[in-house]
């Protein structure tokens, strides 16, 4: 049997590091690759398209949600693990719509990480023990509604994400290589779409929504 190839994406060094030494003890896997934030993930998912991607929910500049999100909408090969502390039904949830074919939690043991890599890669899903296995079935099913963020664009969600992060339009211009009022529009439609009334409330509105995705 070949090996598994692996991207690792995670914004926290010591993190990374920590996972490479458990899979350093799982056999036929190797890591092809490491990223520090969701577009460095995508641009090694584009070049070296590994079977699997363990991709961290939180990550600055685009989440891993997101970047999940975008591996799908490209028909990617690539099977998305997402990595959290968290086992919150809510937390799930969004995994799954984006497109991820695990989430795996990250106190999880040298033989559950084993296990969840097997099974993503033989094209079976994987869900931590801790992890509500009901949330899985209604998606499963197609009985979860679309909602929220959902109703956005990728470039409008990751504009939504900086401005969580409290990016002004002028830095979000800059980070995404486009002009300031390509922003201020994609602003707009954002509120328009969520029906938002205010810069203000889009703020609050950003934040509250995106601290759901930043685990420490």
Not at 22 to 39: K, Q, R
Not at 55 to 73: C, F, H, W, Y
Not at 137 to 164: F, K, N, S
């Amino acid at each position: 049997m070949s090996a598994v190839r692996l991207v690792l994406a995670d914004d926290h060094t010591l993190v990374r590091a920590g996972f490479r030494a458990l899979l350093s003890g799982v056999p036929d896997t190797e890591i092809v690759g490491e990223a520090s934030n969701g577009h460095e993930a995508l641009g090694l998912i584009e070049r070296l398209d590994p079977d699997i991607a363990l991709m961290d929910i939180s990550m600055p500049g685009l989440n891993g949600l997101e970047a999940t999100a975008r591996v799908k909408k490209e028909r990617r090969r690539t099977r998305v693990v997402i990595l959290s502390m968290h086992s919150d039904d809510e937390y799930v949830r969004k995994a799954l719509a984006s497109g991820a074919a695990g989430y795996l939690l990250k106190n999880a043991s040298e033989g559950e990480l084993q296990l969840a890599i097997r099974a993503v890669a033989r094209g079976d899903n994987w869900l931590s023990p801790g992890v509500s296995k009901p949330v899985f079935a209604a998606y499963a099913h197609g009985r979860e509604m679309r909602r929220g963020t959902d109703t956005l664009t990728p470039r409008q969600r990751e504009v939504l994400q900086l401005i969580a992060e409290g990016h002004s339009t002028k830095d979000i211009a800059q980070q995404l290589a486009l002009s300031v009022k390509t922003v201020e529009t994609h602003r707009a439609k954002i509120m328009e779409r969520l029906g938002i009334p205010t810069a203000h409330r889009l703020v609050t509105y950003a934040i509250r929504t995106y601290t759901i995705s930043h685990d420490p």
